[in-house]
């Protein structure tokens, strides 16, 4: 699975659009971009994931470059609900049923301010 | 369809002792993984199963053990406890052909 970079922190004022980036300069062509997220103590929980085309889902929408080397994940109206650490993840297609491991890197603590 | 469950949700153990934890999966969820997530160490895998045998084992020692039941629910072991298996332990559940993971609120131990 590629690598990946996210900043360590940032921080939104509530309202405003949440955008996280995300690098993944080594992605390969079948391998999909996942976010998650953790807030305080609570187990991670799926938000997105995208191959290519953008995506949105009721709860955020994923942008990916067109060379795939990055992607962002919009918040569009952050809450103070949304303040958690969020995780951004490259997986490749799974048709083996034995890929149930996710590499969990350090993500970005996003802070939302009223 | 109710979420991934886990019992129980808090445990305090003495060093050298052994402890069982649960993992209920989503309702048709065949695959349970389990992860360990320390202050130190983030989130790191520890095995997976699926039809009750286990498919992917991460970089952790013999005494972290699991298994899988018919009705998937799993439990993993940690045995002869030490001060650094202080951890929130999390199981999350998928659809085996399926990538996406759904994580139960965890199980927090203290070893003291």
């Known amino acids: 699975d590629a690598k990946t970079t996210q900043p360590p922190s940032m921080d939104c004022a509530e309202g405003r659009a949440a955008n996280l980036p995300c690098n993944h300069s080594?992605?390969?062509?079948?391998?999909?971009v996942y976010w998650y997220r953790q807030i305080h103590s609570q187990g991670p929980q799926y938000i997105i994931h995208?191959?290519?085309n953008n995506e949105t889902n009721e709860m955020a929408s994923l942008i990916i470059t067109e060379d795939r080397k990055s992607s962002t994940l919009i918040l569009p109206h952050a809450t103070l609900r949304d303040t958690a650490v969020y995780y951004c993840?490259?997986?490749?297609?799974?048709?083996?049923?034995?890929?149930?491991?996710?590499?969990f890197g350090k993500g970005t603590k996003l802070s939302v301010k009223p | 369809k109710a979420g991934v469950t886990q019992t129980p949700r808090y445990l305090i153990k003495t060093r050298g002792q052994q402890v069982t934890l649960s993992c209920s999966p989503i309702?048709?969820?065949?695959?349970v993984s389990w992860y360990q997530q320390t202050p130190g160490q983030g989130l790191q895998f520890l095995f997976e199963?699926?039809?009750?045998?286990?498919?992917n084992k991460g970089n952790f020692p013999g005494r972290f053990s699991g298994r899988q039941f018919s009705n998937s629910r799993s439990e993993m072991n940690v045995s002869t406890l030490e001060l650094g298996d202080s951890a929130l332990y999390l199981c999350?559940?998928?659809?085996?052909?399926?990538?996406?993971?759904?994580f139960g609120p965890g199980t927090r131990l203290l070893v003291l």
């Open positions: 999350a559940s998928r659809v085996v052909l399926q990538e996406t993971q759904y």
């Open positions: 080594t992605i390969s062509g079948n391998e999909y």
């Open positions: 995208g191959l290519k």
């Open positions: 993840i490259v997986r490749g297609a799974n048709y083996g049923g034995s890929q149930g491991n996710l590499i």
């Open positions: 309702s048709g969820h065949r695959s």
């Open positions: 199963y699926f039809s009750e045998t286990q498919r």
